[in-house]
């Protein structure tokens, strides 16, 4: 039990569908993240939410669309993905303090192929 | 252009001995580095962490050395267990960046008994 849990686990859509991967967080952190996972890949970072608010957006095509509603859900929603998206999607949380370094943790993933 | 790199792709050790674990990143703005662990079909699980301030960091079987003049680091465990065969990765983050984590390839250790 990691305190971030991930759902779904497994997802496969077509490239016209809409879905929505859902992250929460049990920790009480106040920072969250999505991360990219692809095959033989480092772990790419997309987005940050920091105090709810979007603090970084890493040149990710709009076709992926975070919302973060409160300190404790993270939403990434996906419209019209295409073949290469297909990869791990991680969320991690952290408590983010000014001025300290704090390690982020991180969900189970959810594995997405896209057909 | 990669800021950290783990050079092996791969570890094999003999339980019992030392596992040591290699990463090299080119940022010299990073001031804080972490380890974590994944076992697949599960996430990153946290395992120790250095500040910049400091060049060695204890957590039981788990040593992280950082020889910031070389821009490398190291994890170290001894003795190894099977239980810690999976994939380790190398992050990095900066103060300045906002913490941004930036990963390792990963290296996966597989320890024998």
């Known amino acids: 039990e990691t305190g971030v849990t991930q759902t779904p686990r497994h997802l496969v859509m077509g490239m016209t569908n809409k879905k929505s991967l859902k992250c929460e967080q049990h920790?009480?952190?106040?920072?969250m993240y999505w991360y990219k996972q692809s095959a033989k890949k480092p772990l790419e970072l997309m987005f940050v939410?920091?105090?709810?608010?979007?603090?970084e957006n890493n040149s990710v095509p709009s076709r992926f669309s975070p919302e973060c509603p409160n300190s404790s859900h993270l939403f990434l929603h996906l419209h019209t993905l295409q073949p290469e998206d297909s990869a791990l999607y991680l969320c991690?949380?952290?408590?983010?303090?000014?001025?300290?370094?704090?390690?982020?943790?991180f969900g189970d993933g959810t594995r997405l192929s896209i057909l | 252009d990669q800021q950290v790199k783990q050079n092996s792709p791969s570890l094999s050790v003999q339980e019992g001995r030392i596992s040591i674990l290699n990463c090299d990143y080119t940022?010299?703005?990073?001031?804080?580095f972490l380890w974590y662990k994944k076992y697949p079909a599960e996430g990153p699980t946290f395992l120790i962490s250095?500040?910049?301030?400091?060049d060695k960091n204890e957590d039981g079987r788990f040593t992280v050395f950082l020889n910031k003049s070389a821009k490398h680091l190291s994890l170290h465990i001894v003795p190894s267990q099977p239980g810690d065969s999976a994939v380790y990765f190398c992050?990095?983050?900066?103060?300045?960046?906002?913490?941004?984590?930036?990963f390792g390839a990963g290296t996966i250790l597989r320890v024998k008994s």
């Open positions: 250095i500040s910049s301030i400091k």
């Open positions: 939410y920091s105090l709810e608010e979007r603090v």
């Open positions: 991690a949380s952290s408590q983010d303090r000014q001025g300290l370094n704090q390690p982020q943790h």
């Open positions: 920790l009480g952190h106040n920072a």
């Open positions: 992050a990095a983050s900066a103060r300045e960046y906002g913490n941004k984590l930036v």
């Open positions: 940022n010299s703005m990073f001031d804080y």
